[in-house]
């Protein structure tokens, strides 16, 4: 019997996972029942991501650029990378304020509403505001200084330190090129090899991938609180995600126009990765898996996949920044605070660099949202509330967006791969070939 292809097996695991987080609800002993026997499957499954992110990193990009044999690509793909991440964001952000202000979602906000919804959450927006708060307090050029490590290990022992792991291999890998070959060619054999049973571990894990996203949302589910407040967010939510919908389709335009792929091979090749991106709320945890689709399934040459997908998961969110785009005049427009054209300039300013500045976690891009609010001069005690006012919806928001990011990071692997010639046909002809054990 021919398998379901994954990302049909993901789907009903999601389905599965809501029905019956919904069902289980409905019973006084049925949501610790799934915190205490559901949920750590899916618990498990993302740290089994997480863990093999940071060895997938340093062994594909020592090999990506071990393949290069010549710099002076490598430092193309690191311009072209870095310019259309910022570009695609700031056509993001743009989204965003354009459907927010056609839209105006803040106008349908009763008072009552609003007193409603702040008071449910304001222990929750303080806490966001003080994350923000630690944030701030760094120079402008603090996060150059913090790309540097200053221990390999101390970086390595943490996932929040990508960018860290990310310069160290790009300085061993251009030392690597700059040796005498008799010396580089073990090393590259090893890389190699090693390369090799890292894939075979994504694939490992992406085995148990139903099962996870089925545990995931169903613990989820049992654990939203309030849901009809959720309602009252209603058009807000509608805004951001026709932001999304128009910013997805222009990632398939894109695609389509630049490199010739079909949106159809395109979303073929990355939906699984989009689910998980989706089930997880985390472009990191998800990375194992964009890396792995965008070379097998896209086409995209290691060389190019292995820089492109770490750095846009930590510094590319076209779904955060669109969203932060839009909560921002949102909050704006519900606590009656004008806003010139000059601060919707400021927004698309500060959201590019907030969207850089979130981490790839859940929940991160509405910390950074501070930094945006405070940027277009919202007073303090607005921005509780503000924050507050949102904090309902912001998890299943935070899943839609997240899904964004990693497709955006896939779409500009791909440009980025045409316009250096480093797009091939995919490896996996039947494109579920990888996860058949
Ligand atoms: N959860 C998002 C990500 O991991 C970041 C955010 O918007 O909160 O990409």
Known sequence: MKKLALHWQILIGMVAGVLFGIF?????????????????????????????????????????????????????????????????????????????????????????????????????????????????EKGPLQFVVDMVPQNFFAAASDNGSMLQIIFFTIFFGISLLLIKPEHRKPVAHLFDGLNEVILKMVDLIMLIAPYAVFALLASL????????????????????????????????????????????????????????AFSTSSSAATLPVTMERVEEHLGVEKEVSSFVCPVGATINMDGTSLYQAVAAVFIAQALDFELSFSDQLTIILTATLASIGSAAVPGAGMVMLVIVLEAIGLPADKLAIGLAMIFAIDRPLDMCRTMINVTGDAAVSMVVAKSIGKLGEPKAKNWDDNYTG
Do not use: C
Not at 56 to 65: A, Q, W
């Open 221 to 276: 589910v049992v654990e939203t609180s309030n849901p009809e407040l959720l309602q009252a967010l209603l058009v807000y939510a509608a805004t951001v995600l026709a932001g999304l919908a128009v910013m997805i389709a222009i990632h398939a335009i894109v695609v389509k126009s630049y490199t010739g792929k079909s949106p159809q091979f395109f979303f073929k090749g990355i939906s699984p990765a989009q689910l998980l």
């Open 24 to 136: 289980l609800s409905k019973f006084n002993w049925g949501p610790s029942l799934v915190q205490d026997w559901v949920k750590p499957i899916g618990q498990i499954f993302i740290s089994l991501l997480k863990l093999i992110a940071i060895p997938l990193i340093i062994v594909s990009l020592v090999k990506g650029i071990a393949d290069l044999q010549d710099i002076s690509k490598f430092s193309k793909i690191g311009g072209r990378t870095i310019l259309i991440y910022v570009l695609t964001t700031v056509v993001a952000i743009s989204i965003g304020l354009l459907m927010v202000n056609i839209i105006q979602p803040g106008n349908s906000i009763s008072s009552e509403t609003l007193e409603e919804l702040t008071s449910a959450f304001s222990g929750d927006a303080e806490k966001k505001v003080s994350a923000a708060m630690d944030q701030q």
